[in-house]
């Protein structure tokens, strides 16, 4: 297959899409949270952004592939990362190797904020679920309750 006929059959930016939904999310929690929680739950979207930005795109089909490179690899033009691409399905499917690696391995926090992590993704999973973002079973389902705090 040629590179064009390839870029012409990937799919379309998702709408809405991470970024999207997360900023929804931290929108209707700053109203509800005390200050220094809502900080919590800012930097844990903020790391998990980083994360699905940077490695997410390890799930992702050949199409799939394609249409970030395409728009990753865009000079002067409409630039856009993996969060500005792709729709909030995304989201949990994320979490158990945010928890499990990312953490862990790139972040390097204390037990603290891995448990304050694990909160903030577990209120995002069943605002997902709520909201119609999520498949129904995802707030039961959610992976990171079998990954142990160290």
């Given at each position: 297959?040629?590179?064009?006929?390839?870029?012409?059959?990937?799919?379309?930016?998702?709408?809405?899409?991470?970024?999207?939904?997360?900023?929804m999310?931290?929108?209707?929690?700053?109203?509800?949270?005390?200050?220094?929680t809502?900080?919590?739950?800012?930097?844990?979207?903020?790391?998990?952004?980083?994360?699905?930005?940077?490695?997410?795109?390890?799930?992702?089909?050949?199409?799939?592939?394609?249409?970030?490179?395409?728009?990753?690899?865009?000079?002067?033009?409409?630039?856009?990362?993996?969060?500005?691409?792709?729709?909030?399905?995304?989201?949990?499917?994320?979490?158990?190797?945010?928890?499990?690696?990312?953490?862990?391995?790139?972040?390097?926090?204390?037990?603290?904020?891995?448990?304050?992590a694990?909160?903030v993704?577990?209120?995002?999973?069943?605002?997902?679920?709520?909201?119609?973002?999520?498949?129904?079973?995802?707030?039961?389902?959610?992976?990171?309750?079998?990954?142990?705090?160290?």
């Open positions: 297959m040629k590179p064009v006929e390839f870029f012409s059959k990937c799919p379309v930016p998702a709408s809405p899409c991470v970024d999207d939904v997360l900023q999310f931290l929108g209707e929690q700053k109203s509800r949270l005390k200050p220094r809502y900080r919590h739950y800012e930097r844990v979207v903020d790391l998990l952004r980083r994360y699905m930005n940077g490695y997410a795109y390890e799930g992702l089909s050949k199409a799939e592939l394609g249409m970030l490179d395409r728009y990753s690899a865009q000079e002067g033009g409409e630039y856009r990362s993996f969060c500005q691409l792709f729709g909030p399905e995304w989201i949990p499917k994320s979490f158990g190797m945010f928890h499990s690696w990312f953490m862990v391995r790139k972040v390097m926090c204390g037990r603290e904020f891995k448990r304050a694990r909160t993704t577990g209120k995002l999973a069943t605002w997902l679920k709520d909201r119609d973002f999520a498949e129904p079973g995802i707030a039961r389902d959610h992976p990171i309750e079998h990954v142990p705090v160290k």
